[in-house]
């Protein structure tokens, strides 16, 4: 019962926020327009919903995490944290290809940081 | 001796050889205070398709078949068996970040909707792991419901 109050509560005091936003509606408060540079710069390419990369795709749309709802985006922004402090994005094989697809030291930060924000209630 | 002797005794003696390496396992462990189970937020039907289908493997409470004790067979199940828990263990359910917890479940969406877990290979030999329509239903149900009542829980200890 308190969670269904709790469920309407969130609902009913997040909807204005996002019509203020002028801005992609689903994408406004969760990202920043920084993040959402590095994003289609270093990242898109490879995971987006008509990407060749089969296996990007699948592990990460960002078309799809756009129209997802909340507990989908906080669960892929979960793995993508764990996934970039990792070290792991971009894939050192496409790397070697494109060098210039590095994320910078302050885009990986910017993106760590965007990506881990809504850990801190944790531990 | 014939020729046959020698063409069976070779891998009869090799089979046996191979019983002597020790085999690697992971130790069985019944009682787990952060189990998911265990820690009563999963109702009865989901517990019991998560038992019977997944807990072999992703739990502490694996029932070892006899041929888990016999190599090499006993080497294929200890390797699958160590890379099921690291990936996903039940039994520490309770010690996983929330976050995290949200992965897992996404993950757990995404490979029992594209048919990926239970395995195949796995399945083959367990029928009873097997999932019908209902029981799959019934998992993906339970997962994205336990995640949005994660998401809340996230979110209001956020503003608080």
Redesign the interface.
């Given at each position: 019962m308190a969670a269904l109050i709790g469920l309407l509560f969130f609902q009913g005091t997040t909807k204005p926020e996002l019509e203020n936003y002028p801005v992609h509606p689903m994408m406004a408060p969760d990202m920043p327009a920084n993040v959402k540079t590095i994003v289609e710069q270093k990242c898109y390419g490879c995971h987006n919903a008509d990407s060749k990369n089969e296996k990007g795709k699948a592990k990460l749309d960002w078309d799809e995490f756009e129209a997802s709802k909340k507990s989908k985006q906080m669960a892929a922004k979960g793995k993508i944290s764990e996934v970039l402090r990792e070290g792991e994005m971009p894939p050192k094989k496409f790397l070697e290809m494109k060098p210039e697809g590095k994320l910078s030291e302050a885009e990986l930060a910017t993106l760590i940081d965007w990506s881990a924000s809504k850990k801190k209630g944790a531990n | 001796m014939k020729r046959w002797h020698y063409l069976l005794g070779g891998p009869v003696l090799l089979l046996l050889l191979i019983q002597l390496v020790p085999n690697e396992l992971p130790p069985v462990v019944h009682t787990n205070p952060g189990d998911l189970i265990q820690s009563g937020i999963v109702d009865e039907e989901v517990a019991s398709i998560l038992k019977v289908s997944c807990y072999n493997c992703h739990s502490n409470e694996t029932d070892y078949p006899w041929y888990s004790y016999v190599a090499p067979s006993s080497w294929l199940v200890a390797r699958d068996v160590r890379l099921a828990r690291e990936e996903l263990n039940f039994s520490t359910w309770k010690e996983i970040?929330?976050?995290?917890q949200?992965?897992k479940?996404?993950d757990i969406y995404?490979e029992v909707e594209s048919g990926k877990m239970p395995m195949d290979v796995y399945t083959v030999v367990h029928t009873s792991a097997k999932l019908d329509e209902r029981q799959r239903e019934l998992i993906l149900t339970w997962a994205?419901e336990t995640?949005?009542?994660?998401?809340?829980e996230?979110?209001?200890?956020?503003e608080g």
């Open positions: - | 970040d929330m976050i995290d949200l992965g479940l996404d995404q994205e995640m949005d009542v994660i998401a809340e996230e979110e209001s200890e956020e």
